[in-house]
């Protein structure tokens, strides 16, 4: 795979990060108390932390716009979608439907995301893992789940 | 000779056949609930624990205990062919065991990690039954001002971790202390970063976080680069289960290190003996003539750390058994399950039911032999889910750490958790930070803290107490050295880069 | 075997029963019993040295359920907001049921008018311990060595009852102690052992191992009379401190207003439960001792009471509301 060095890449998207993390983390812990050396408050440690986020950010995204660093691989909104729709139906599901039809629709959700989805496999796929789902975790470690809607 | 009587003591009562039944009952189902994610001993032993009411108390906790190591075992399976930590300690497993795997070795790293686990079983538990009580005697002495100073050691070796930019690895390590400190804080009852939110009351939980950033964020990314590219398999070479000649020669000096490392530090409480693979790790690194292969698919990345984290798991047992103190959560619940047959863990145990000392002493090493047993002959079976073809296993994986998630909490908000560690995850593969770093500075962070504040309060401010203290300033010198060792190779190749430039 | 045949019939009866709605007689389904807590505490085990015996004497499984965060306060919410049918209770104990109405600025329930209070279990009391290579030998020692400077006390957890019986005790005896909190009970029994800590203020349960090693050396104990497993360590009560009288309870309970047959079938499974010589062992092993004088009438005066108690105490002693 060719890989081109440009200033707009991992390193400017790293160096970003790590300041918006300290920097969120020093707004949102501007209530907490610093304390003294013998006794430290609750925010002396995230103060520091958060800080030292905002210090190493700097350097990275200065060094990005130096020396230029490797392009960011190209994002398919496709899989982003896919995995937080599938994830969101097993949570929306699970607490109320029960783990017989969570895993069917999380499976059968999942397999979409796929382009070379094949209708038959996918019957197969999601009440297999369904059937197993149940044996496995309800029946052999005898975890305390809801099987069933109610 | 006191140890071989005893030993010999330990194996009358181990070698029965209903024993070495319930050894191997607890091995199986620890492999088992290893190899998925989301399900730790803990949940499972508490879940066990009204079965072996019937069961006479060594018998139970040959069971539970088997549960425990068997987990440890196993949890390098899937860490190895999927990148999905089944174990916290498996991390480290996933930088080079996926690797391996993706190059076609995922035979090697398993039987390597098989091996591995099993000398380092066997050894800690020699010295589990020979020195436990000299570790206890030394384990005593140590403050929080000691397990500070360990922990900066610590969260110098994750950097070395790092197989790319020491300054990403670093601000990781931050972002990992950061998440470690959301939650109530310990001193005060302040809610730090909560939102009220009350999941995040009691802090991240370690496991929706790894399966997150390892399991979910892995899928993402394969799912993307199929999407793109219309590759049909994330891995087509399933190669051999062996291990080459050279392979071989590289693993066996790590298991050994691994096992000295993994048997000290699984003695000390709370991260003792993920502090031990990612140390492993660490000092395989720094050790081989070729530290950038590393992160790459390096045989010593799997076998040295995975021997420390199996030798780890059984010197754990030693402040338990000799002096009543559980060091983690699965250990609290074998205390608990001595308590429910009436026998109080402490430092009498060794005396007063040597059958029970030495019997589960014994039960260990026949559950390591059995582990080894049943995990060779499984690694050529594990291999064969890669020939699957990924359409099929994604929605697997998925649906595992989705269960294994939320029958931590019961509490469908975890899974939301979870996805947003996915995405953080796979934020952090675009811009070229890896995120073991961060796994290693969120366990240590809260801990790292209340230690620093507790070592800072009972010296009344006094901030040398880290130097004056012996075994400290042992761990601090021993971190600035590593800190030195890092940074420079780094700096001077940013130099010659400049100059080139 | 057994487990495997037994767990197969009661998921088959699961399976069966579930879709039936109607409530025609209790119970037809597994019971959920929350536990506030992580598994392996002492509430988690009380509840599994019961569960098979109150299964068999209710006819039905019981699925025991960690929701633990927040002090327990977070597992005892999702119970108080439960419909009250019986099918889920909850094990609880003086933290989530008396101190957290006192504890949070904002309680997410009220531990008297969301529950109904079916079983108690036992209280235990809390240990006051030093290491056996302290010269402190007694709590009149104790008390003359904070006299001269602060000493610090070692407990797992800040607005635990461990950390607040500190706090009432100081008042008491007019000293100054410093509170050294710790996430678990290991952690701060280790800290005496070291020496980093001087004394430790925790429920007993988790000490046993330690006084019996003899790593730990018992000055007090605060129930109401002297713990039958250590019979030699004298009470706060007798030693001239009439108020410091506290014990960490533990009970089950369910949500509001639940049937009154349901309420008595509950207390009856659990106390004969509770009779089981096996139980009985166990649940001494972990240090928690029958109060006498409570029964169903009076357990909400009870928790009414201790509400009371453990206000007071942290009103009085400048513990900060979360």
Redesign the interface.
Known sequence: MQVSRTRAGQGLGAGLMFICFGALGLWFGRGLATGSAQEMGPGFAPALVCSGMVLVGAIVLVRSLLRGTDAIEAVSARAVFGIVATLGVFAATIGSLGLVVSSLVTVAGACLIEPRLRWKEVVLLSTGLSVAAVVLFVFVLRIPFRTWPV | MDLIDNLWLGFTVAVTWVNLLFCLIGVLVGTLIGVLPGLGPVTTIAMLLPITYYLEPVTALIMLAGIFYGSQYGGSTTSILLNMPGEASSVVTCLDGHQMAKNGRAGAALAVAAIGSFIGGTVATLIVAGAAIYIADFVKTFTSVEYFSLMVFGLVAAVVLASGSVLNAIGMVLIGLFLGMVGTDLSTGAQRYVFGVPMLADGIDFVILATGMFGVAEVLANLERRIRSGQPSAIRNVGRAGLTRAEWKQSAPAIWRGTLIGSALGVLPGSGGMLSSFASYTLEKKLAKDPSRFGKGAIEGVAGPESANNAGSQTSFIPLLTMGLPSNATMAMMAGAMMIHGIVPSSKVVTDQPELFWGLIASMWIGNVLLLIMNLPLVGIWIRILEVPYRLLYPTVLLLCCIGVYSLTNSPQSILFMLGFGLLGWMFMKFGCEPAPLVLGFVLGSRMEENLRRAMLVSGGDAWVFLQRPISLVFLVCAALLLILVVLPSFNRSREALKEG | M??AIR??LV?LS??LA??VFAQAKWPERPI?VINPF????TS??LM??S??RVEKALGTQL????????GGS?GS?VVAQAPADGYTLLVTTTGPAAIAQV?FEKP?YDVVKDFTYLYMFGGAPILVAVSAKSPIKTIQDFVAAAKKSPQ?FANS???SVGHLTGALFAGEAGVRL?H?????A??A???I?????ASLWNTLGAH????????IRGIAVTSQDRAPQFPEIPTLRELGFPDVVVTNWFLIAGPANLPQDIVLRVNEAFTAAGKDP?AA??IA??GVQPIPGLNLKNYTDFIRKEVAVWGKVMKEHGI?R?
């Not at chain 3, 699925?63 to 927040?70: D, K, N, Q, W």
Request: overall charge positive; some cysteine; hydrophobic content about 35%.
């Open positions: 057994r487990f767990s197969l998921a699961c399976t579930a879709p959920r992580t598994p392996g505490g988690d085990l599994r040295l569960t098979e699925v025991i359920e960690s929701r633990p965060g927040a977070i919410a504890l997410p610090t957890g800040t607005g410093t050294v909190p710790f996430k678990g290991p952690e029994q280790a800290s052992v070291s020496g980093e800590v046993v191992g330690g006084l019996k090693g003899g790593e096996k062992a166990g092993a972990l900060k979360q």
